[in-house]
């Protein structure tokens, strides 16, 4: 168990629909990070939060947007979904700083239909 | 653009044997290298890592190998177990800029009893 928890562990949904993933990250950890597996892919940075700001962004699609509350936990909202989204998408966190590693939570598997 | 690649997607070896797992890279800035282990329905779990600084890191029956002048690093299991079958991730991070960790695609391992 690496202390991040994240929720649902399965979402069915339909195209056009709009999804919130949520993530709390370890106890201690100021950065939380999302990525995204899709199938025969390795796993693909989206955007990271530090302390409550965004941190760093990947290729991030605009119909995705992540937040990071004051209690650390963290959302990413997908929106208009489309086939294409459905995925395994994982939240990270780490202490702070570079070089260190990240922990990752069990992922939430998402199904367009 | 793949940074990250682990050409090979599946490995076999018969256990009490060595495993060795390869990884390249392209991006020269990449500076710290870490090695994921994943099962299914589960997130990947930190195994071990090294710096730039260092060309070999050891902990247990895992050793990571870095050759920087061949942007090539490895992964060494022995002696291997039937609980070391999983996927395995290797990940690049650029200390100097994002924190955020690039990926493989994974090497499927399977330890045979």
């Known amino acids: 168990d690496s202390g991040v928890t994240q929720t649902p562990k399965h979402l069915i949904t339909a195209t056009g629909q709009r999804v919130t993933l949520r993530c709390s990250p370890r106890?201690?950890?100021?950065?939380v990070y999302w990525y995204q597996q899709s199938l025969d892919q390795g796993l693909q940075f989206l955007i990271q939060y530090y302390n409550g700001e965004e941190r760093a962004k990947g290729n991030i699609l605009e119909r995705f947007s992540a937040q990071q509350f004051p209690d650390l936990h963290s959302e990413l909202n997908l929106s208009s979904l489309e086939l294409g989204d459905s995925a395994l998408y994982f939240c990270?966190?780490?202490?702070?700083?570079?070089?260190?590693?990240?922990?990752f939570g069990p992922g939430t598997r998402l199904t367009v239909l | 653009d793949q940074q990250v690649k682990q050409n090979s997607p599946s490995l076999s070896v018969q256990e009490g044997r060595i495993s060795i797992l390869n990884c390249d890279y392209t991006n020269s800035m990449f500076d710290y290298f870490l090695w994921y282990k994943k099962y299914p329905a589960e997130g990947p779990t930190f195994l071990i890592s090294?710096?730039?600084?260092?060309d070999k890191n050891e902990d247990g029956r895992f050793t990571v190998f870095l050759n920087k002048s061949a942007k090539h690093l490895s992964l060494h299991i022995v002696p291997s177990q039937p609980g070391d079958s999983a996927v395995y991730f290797c990940a690049a991070s650029d200390q100097g800029g994002s924190e955020k960790l690039v990926f493989g695609k994974g090497t499927k391992l399977t330890v045979n009893p």
């Open positions: 106890s201690g950890d100021l950065s």
């Open positions: 090294i710096s730039s600084i260092k």
């Open positions: 990270a966190s780490s202490v702070v700083g570079r070089g260190n590693e990240q922990f």
